[in-house]
């Protein structure tokens, strides 16, 4: 068994497992990967590694993808 | 107007009027919306994806990448660091180098902080960036982001969403003069004339959002802009008549009793 972390994702702090990927953490939030980035600690994270990289107690993770904007 | 293709960094554009995707009441009408005006190029925001409810649409379903230039905008940004950050973000997350850089100013306003722009813009430009900054109706200032690379300059009308019309139209015909990459009018369009207004002057391309997505009936109003467009390129590239004050007869004297 893996031991639980708590990882921020988005703003929201997140129970999560320890080892995961951030590619499984994607999946078990139901999010496509070709359509977003992924930033983690504020390093914007290449797609490639996505499946390397492992999720650790307090990281800060933020998703984001595109919606309608014209300007702001 | 086959051979009047608009031609930015070496991509080729069919329409000179592009799009933002904001403010619509649902996708059907946003993309309804675009079919409509004829735009290829469409804007969109970078944006935190909703972790909480999965069941919310995507706004790029609706949007073919294959029929549509999608173009990332830095809204919302006021420093340079956040700017460079969504750009860079919007390129992790697309397919695409393309970025309409914002560097806002004031929220009261919009206007742009043209400091920050330039060098925002210059940052970007080096990390391989095709910028496309949206910036005010200066002169100078477009020059300063053409030598620092930028390929087109994107010259507001009026402020974002005020739907004012051609607020200058004096120093966008300067800027329109004296810069040597396509100028896209960007903000400010509140109905189909200012659109065709702003192609007169010699626009190379007209972009708009709200002048669409908030008129009573968007999918009309995106017609209405699509033959704007159209009208004032065709207007421009004719050539108008002098102005003159007094009148001149289109009759002939000759043959009257």
């Not at chain 2, 904001?22 to 190029?41: C, H, L, M, P, R």
């Not at chain 2, 973000?89 to 330039?118: H, M, N, Q, W, Y």
Request: one cysteine or more; proline letters at 4%.
């Amino acid at each position: 068994m893996h031991d639980a972390i708590h990882i921020h994702v988005n703003g929201e702090v997140r129970t999560w497992r320890s080892g995961a990927t951030v590619t499984e953490l994607l999946q078990d939030l139901d999010i496509r990967t070709e359509r977003v980035a992924v930033e983690l600690n504020l390093e914007i994270l290449d797609r490639a590694v996505f499946d390397r990289r492992l999720l650790k107690d307090g990281d800060r993770v933020e998703i984001l993808g595109f919606i309608g904007g014209g300007s702001l | 107007m086959a051979d009047d293709r608009l031609i930015i960094a070496g991509r080729e554009f069919k329409s000179r009027l592009w799009v933002g995707t904001g403010k619509y009441k649902d996708f059907a009408e946003t993309k309804k919306a675009i079919e409509v005006s004829g735009a290829d190029v469409v804007t969109v925001a970078v944006r935190r994806v909703n972790i909480t409810d999965r069941s919310k649409e995507n706004l790029l379903d609706y949007l073919d990448p294959k029929k549509y230039t999608i173009l990332p905008n830095t809204a919302g940004c006021y420093t340079v660091e956040d700017a460079v950050r969504y750009s860079r973000l919007a390129r992790a997350a697309g397919v695409s180098d393309l970025v309409k850089l914002e560097v806002l100013g004031d929220e009261r306003t919009l206007f742009p902080d043209t400091a920050g722009l330039i060098e925002a813009a210059k940052i970007l430009v080096k990390e391989g960036f095709i910028v496309l900054p949206y910036t005010n109706d200066d002169p100078i200032v477009a020059q300063k982001l053409v030598d620092v690379g930028c390929p087109a300059v994107m010259p507001l009308a009026a402020p974002i969403g005020s739907g004012l019309g051609i607020r200058n139209p004096y120093n966008l015909k300067i800027i329109m003069e004296m810069i040597k990459v396509p100028i896209i009018v960007d903000a400010g369009v509140g109905t189909a004339s200012d659109a065709a207004f702003a192609m007169e002057l010699g626009a190379d391309a007209v972009l708009m959002n709200t002048a669409i997505a908030g008129a009573q009936d968007p999918i009309a109003m995106a017609e209405a802009m699509n033959y704007a467009v159209q009208a004032g390129r065709l207007a421009y590239k004719a050539g108008r008549i002098p102005r003159k004050l007094y009148a001149t007869a289109s009759s002939p004297i000759e043959g009257m009793l």
